[in-house]
């Protein structure tokens, strides 16, 4: 079946550091990809997102890009700051059009 | 802007209560969901329809129960809350439009059960 397996937390980084957190996926056809963020005591809310292949999302200086060839869709931001402190979920939708989430990366950004 | 209401946002109880979470979308999506999630942050899927009358269980057992009278609104009820089902609880919406599409979640329900 479809699924999503993300990169394993806590990630803990000082701000302005370089942050990559890794999404590969397994899914039937050609899935739509996608990053929400949630903030604590909060709803996940969409980061970005790429339907199709080599397409790029970005979102609040977050970028992602959609690779079929290794079938992953890893979230990077060049300059973290604390505000970005929150866990992060990669999620993908497929051909029945129901959504898959990761386990979830939290992120801790300190001063 | 995301137009999906939870209601209560806290909610702490005895053992033995019914309780009834709410939850309210304006955006006339279709597909409706409840996850529960853990304190470890993983979601899982406990409810899910797909239009009015429709109702199905996820991929992790619940005692709860939902419904969908209306398009917009998808109930969950405990009919006897016990501590096992101290969690977070998000509901979330979807159109039916295409895989494409965004879906959008509430603010989500923290329950306690004593």
């Known amino acids: 079946g479809n699924s999503v397996t993300q990169m394993e937390g806590p990630v803990t980084l000082s701000e302005e550091a370089f942050l990559t957190i890794n999404c590969t996926y397994t899914a039937t056809g050609y899935p739509s990809l996608f990053w929400y963020v949630q903030y604590p005591g909060e709803g996940l809310q969409l980061l970005l997102k790429a339907t199709k292949a080599d397409d790029k999302g970005s979102n609040k200086g977050f970028e992602a890009t959609y690779r079929k060839e290794t079938t992953s869709f890893h979230l990077e931001k060049g300059s973290v700051q604390v505000s970005d402190s929150a866990v992060y979920f990669c999620a993908l939708s497929a051909y029945n059009n129901d959504m898959r989430f990761g386990a979830g990366t939290r992120l801790t950004v300190k001063p | 802007e995301a137009d999906i209401y939870q209601t209560p946002r806290y909610l702490v109880i005895g053992t033995g209560k019914k309780i009834t979470l709410e939850c309210s979308q304006t955006?006339?999506?279709?597909?409706m969901y409840w996850y529960q999630q853990d304190p470890g942050m993983e979601l899982h899927l406990i409810h899910y329809s797909y239009g009015v009358n429709s109702t199905e269980k996820g991929d992790l057992s619940s005692e709860s129960t939902v419904s969908r009278i209306r398009t917009e609104h998808f109930p969950l009820t405990l009919e006897s809350a016990r501590p096992s089902h101290t969690s977070q609880y998000l509901c979330?919406?979807?159109?039916?439009?295409?895989?494409?599409?965004?879906?959008?979640f509430g603010p989500g329900t923290r329950l306690t059960v004593l």
């Open positions: 955006m006339g999506h279709d597909k």
């Open positions: 979330a919406s979807r159109s039916l439009a295409g895989r494409t599409d965004t879906q959008y």
